[in-house]
C-alpha cells in the first residue's frame, strides 16, 4: 500500500482545499499521472501519483481541507489488483472517475460549500459570471427565493482564511500611513485617445509608476523579520477582485516591459487570477503593489500593504471637473490616488516625494 500525502506547495500556508479528485475508488493509476486537483495560498495545482496502482481509499474528500502531510488516499500497489480494475473499466466503456456535465459544476470550493449552506443545488444555476461562470450573488440569489430558507452562521473558507491571515498580519507587523493626492489627467487623456494602441487607464498608470518607482527606489522592496531590501527589480502585483477573493498576480521585471506589452501582461495576468489558473510562483516575489476600486465608483480609500511589500497604491475613480484657467472655466478629467506606506522604513516625506513625482508624470505624460 502507498500513501499519498499532501506536500508543501506554499511556503506560508499548510493547509490546502480538495477541489477535484479525477479518480474514485477502484481506479488504476498510472504513475506520474495526475491524481487531484488543490487549492493552496489562492493557487491551484495538481497532485500526481508517484507509483502505480489502484487507488484503495480517498481520505479526504472533494471541497474539504488538509493539512501538510494528511493522507489524502492509500493505493494499492498490488499487481494482481490491476487487473480486476481494467476490467471494470472495459465494461462500463467510460471514464467512472469523472463527473459528468449533468451532475458536477467546477466552481471554487468557496462558492461550492456555500451552495451546500445555503441547500442550492449547483447545477440548477445558470451563471452571471465571466464565461458563465457560477459566482456568489447568483448562489444566495437562489437561495433568497427559495421557500423556507433560514441563513445560518458561515465558517470561512480557506481562500477567506488566507486573506484573512495575510490582512491581519500586514496591520499587526507594519505602522501603516496612508496619504492621498488629486491628479489632474485632462492632457494623459487626450495623449491616450490620440495613441495608435488606446490603451487603457490602469496601463498609463502602472507605466507611471514603474518610472516614478525607478526615480525613488527606496518605495521598491520588502521589509521582513527586521530586514529591509531594496529591489533592483521592480515585481509589480496586480490586484485582481475575483469570485474567490482577493488575487495579486506580479509582473515580474515590469519595467522591461514597452507599453503594449505592459497592457497585454496585465490582462494575461488578469485573467489567470479570475480563471483560477494563476500558479503560486506568479503571486510570489512582488516588490509594490497597485489596487484598484475606481470601477465601484471609490475615489479614496485605504489600500493595505501586501506583506512584506513597502507601500501600495489605491486607484480610485476618474472623475470630470471644472477647474479655471487665465479668467476661463475649463472642464478637465482628475484621479483620486491613495498611498500606503509603512512608516517603520518609509517616513511620511519620502512617501509624498514619490507621490510627488507619480502625479507630476501623470498630470504631464510628455514626460512618460
Known sequence: MHEVKLPRISDEHDESSIILWFKQE??????????????TEKAVSQIEAETGGILEKILVNRGDAAQVGDVLCVINTDISSRKESGTK???????PNIDTKDTFVRIAPRLRKLAKELNVDLTKISGTGQKSQITENDIRDVAENAPSKSMKGQGLSNMRKVIAE????????????TETALVDVTELSKMRQSHTEKLSWKTWIVHAVIKALQEHPY????????MLEESEKINLGIAVDTDEGLLVPVIKNAADYELENLEKEINRMEELAKSKELSTEQMRE?????????GFGIQ???PIINPPELAILGIGEIEEYLYRHNENILDGLRLPLSLTIDHQVVDGAPGARFLQTLVNKLKNPDIL
Open 26 to 39: 477502484g481506479d488504476y493509476v498510472e504513475k506520474n499521472e495526475a491524481l487531484l486537483e488543490v487549492q
Open 219 to 226: 518605495m521598491n522592496g520588502t521589509f521582513e523579520n527586521e
Open 89 to 95: 473499466q472495459e465494461e462500463n466503456n467510460t471514464s
Open 300 to 302: 479614496f480609500f485605504t
Open 286 to 294: 512582488g516588490t509594490f503593489t497597485i489596487t484598484s476600486l475606481g
Open 166 to 177: 495575510r490582512m491581519k498580519e500586514s496591520l499587526q507587523t507594519s505602522a501603516q500611513l
